[in-house]
């Protein structure tokens, strides 16, 4: 063991990869995760209540989309797959993750247009007709708070954001946040213990 987190941005331990199957509106994936990432041997729970109750974008979307702290990118993937001309932006401060993110992109065929960048590797011009994320709760009130105030921001006038959050990790403290912070926030779906946000100017 180490004192490795899934948010690290290098994970030391020995890479060791999983599949990870699941469906999300009748299309099976069947992705590579691996030790070192959130979620490592499962679609991890909240991410399933997110994709499985938040409106999917329609077949004819462009975007530009953003998966914000894509993990091994089950996010960036569904949203590539069912939007086939969109353009998906994959952002992680895990090179582990980024670099499973890219390989899963390839993998259901969407390597051409996933964008599996760091933070920082985001071009400055573009802004997001939707913006996904199931945050790292983890790494605290105040750094996630700031994560939130960095892409919210780059939502497009008309874009929308969703968001999961677990009831007991304070999904109704952020909710009440992020409506002090002026965004409109809609309690959209409520399953499992989790929350799902959706989030408009
Ligand atoms: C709860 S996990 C979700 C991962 C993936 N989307 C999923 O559903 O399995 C949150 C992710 O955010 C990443 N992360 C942590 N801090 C971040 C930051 N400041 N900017 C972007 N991503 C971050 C973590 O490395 C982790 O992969």
Redesign the pocket.
């Known amino acids: 063991m180490t004192g490795d987190h ?2 690290s941005a290098q994970p030391s331990t020995a890479i060791q990869r999983r599949d990870v199957e699941f469906t999300v509106a009748g299309r099976d994936y069947e992705l590579t995760a691996a030790g070192g ?3 490592a041997s499962r ?2 729970p ?2 399933a209540v997110l994709l499985r109750k938040a409106d999917l974008p329609p077949a004819g979307a462009a975007g530009p989309f953003l ?9 960036a993937c569904v949203l590539a797959a069912v939007a086939p001309r969109a353009t998906v932006y994959a ?4 090179a582990r ?1 980024r670099e499973l993110a890219a390989e899963n992109a390839a993998r259901v065929g969407a390597g051409d247009r996933v964008r599996v960048v760091a ?1 920082d590797e985001v071009p400055d011009e573009v802004s997001f007709a939707q913006l996904w ?5 983890r ?1 605290g009130k105040d ?1 996630l708070h700031v ?1 939130l105030q960095r892409w919210l921001p780059r939502l497009a006038p008309d874009g929308v954001a969703w968001l999961v959050v677990a009831k007991h990790l304070g999904g109704d403290s952020l909710q009440r946040w992020l409506g002090d912070e002026g965004w409109r926030v809609e309690r959209h779906a409520s399953q499992k213990g989790y929350r799902v946000f959706r989030v408009t100017r």
């Open positions: 899934y948010f990432v959130f979620s679609l991890d909240g991410t998966d914000l702290g894509c993990g091994y990118g089950p996010i952002v992680d401060v895990n993750a933070p994320s199931n945050p790292p709760i790494i750094e994560m």
